[in-house]
């Protein structure tokens, strides 16, 4: 009796067990640092996506050189994700999504601004918006204060009450009793201060009914240069510097045994180089779905790729859940990208990849409205779970089949590792690596 009580005790641990690998547990993309001089010196931005069987995470994960700052920035980001998974209260058929975007402003030469746009679905109808802003000086490794910025006395503030007010009270959803308390205290409000003016930002129902969302309040630069201590960057907005000439190649042989490699979520400074190493050594063509946070931060990775002969194709700008915005909220997030990608290539991207795979109809329906196609993947290496480059190369190899399309991610180093030996295992097996707009054209 206690032989068979042991035996399921011991079926019922194994069974746990599996489950728990099998997702109930979080898997993390991690993403290191890189070493890498990107558009904005002395910062570094990776994105850290999760997907577990309640929740998605997309996060864009500031880095800088200084280990105090890091650590500053990893405790706010590790704060409000435990705030999420804590306040999580879903009902049947729903997925929590946690989002944070990171948009940075390069006010001087060492200093930044980074407006930090926390998003959280934790049930119910609606998810939440909240704001924060850092300033810091990449060169002292130290936040900056109003003091540091603004001229500190009385005259200052009382400007900065009354202009931000004036604009305030043109938003027909502001409740005025609101107002005079959210600006008590300007030295602790959420601003940046950029070439063009000063921008003030508040959270859903701070100063306004929910329907308001995020309210943002913007003083030209002009009306705000008499009271500033500092110097600001007149950083010029990025012009195309002419498109990329694709090469064409002859069109496919519907007999022919193709393969499509798909790389997501970069570019990588460090990364998608070595993939494109990689591919150049098989004549290997690949499609690559670009986050545009990513794109503006490593534009020239991303030309790159394009110089190289890839496909550059869209996986929105900051990695959401498409299924779970609005019509506007799906376009906005598509829209950004392609203006990025037609900088480079003189043309939109042809496909759209939803992060996590998530779709709807109404995703489904947009995306076809723009003239795009919808492009999930028959073989998913899951680089981004195990970031073991033999597992890599025997999940792919094990699922492989003609007109596959392989799911990767130029994010890890494990994958530039692994994808020597995939090219070498699938061109052994007579396939030929071709973009996924090449595959569809033949099925």
Do not use: C
């Not at 405790?75 to 975007?101: R, V």
């Not at 938003?171 to 409000?189: G, H, I, Q, R």
């Amino acid at each position: 009796m206690k032989r068979n009580l042991l035996l399921v005790m011991l079926i019922l641990l194994g069974v746990g067990t599996w489950y728990y690998m099998a997702g109930a547990a979080p898997t993390t993309k991690k993403v290191p640092t890189p070493s890498f001089t990107g558009k904005y010196p002395g910062l570094y931005l990776t994105v850290e996506s999760e997907q577990t069987r309640q929740y998605t995470t997309a996060v864009s994960v500031p880095k800088t050189d200084h280990d105090n700052l890091n650590e500053m920035l990893d405790n706010f980001i590790t704060a409000k994700k435990e705030d999420f998974q804590k306040h999580l209260m879903l009902s049947s058929g729903q997925l929590g999504h946690f989002n944070i975007q990171t948009t940075p402003y390069q006010t001087s030469k060492s200093s930044y601004t980074l407006v930090l746009h926390t998003y959280a679905f934790m049930g119910g109808a609606n998810g939440q918006t909240t704001v924060d802003v850092f300033h810091l000086d990449i060169e002292e490794g130290k936040l900056l204060e109003w003091g540091d910025v603004f001229r500190n006395d009385e005259d200052t503030l009382t400007w900065f009450r009354s202009s931000v007010a004036e604009q305030l009270h043109s938003n027909e959803y502001v409740f005025e009793e609101l107002v005079e308390e959210a600006l008590s205290d300007p030295k602790t409000m959420k601003w940046a201060l950029t070439s063009t003016g000063l921008t003030v930002w508040f959270d859903e129902y701070e100063v306004a009914a929910g329907a308001a969302g995020v309210v943002e309040v913007h003083i030209p630069l002009e009306a705000v240069t008499p009271y500033v201590m500092t110097q600001i960057s007149e950083q010029a907005d990025e012009k195309a510097e002419g498109t990329m000439i694709i090469p064409s190649r002859p069109s496919l042989n519907p007999d022919g045994k193709y393969v499509a490699l798909t790389f997501d979520d970069g570019p990588h400074p460090t990364v998608t180089p070595k993939v494109l190493e990689a591919l150049e050594a098989y004549d290997a063509r690949a499609t690559f779905f670009m986050l545009g946070s990513q794109i503006e931060f490593y534009p020239d990775v991303a030309k790159a790729v394009a110089a190289a002969g890839h496909e550059l194709a869209n996986h929105t700008e900051h990695h959401p859940n498409l299924a779970q915005l609005t019509p506007d909220g799906i376009e906005a997030e598509l829209e950004r990208v392609d203006e990025r990608i037609e900088q480079l290539v003189g043309e939109r991207a042809k496909l759209v990849r939803p992060p996590y795979g998530a779709k709807n109809e109404e995703v489904e329906r947009i995306v076809e409205m723009r003239g795009q196609t919808l492009a999930l993947w028959t073989v998913d290496s899951l680089d981004w779970s195990h970031r073991n480059p033999t597992e890599m190369q025997k999940l792919i190899v094990d699922g492989i089949h003609p007109n596959a399309v392989v799911l990767m991610h130029d994010i890890h180093a494990s994958t530039a590792e692994g994808l020597p030996r995939v090219l070498a295992s699938l061109e052994r097996e007579g396939y030929e690596f071709v973009t996924m707009s090449e595959l569809l054209t033949i099925q």
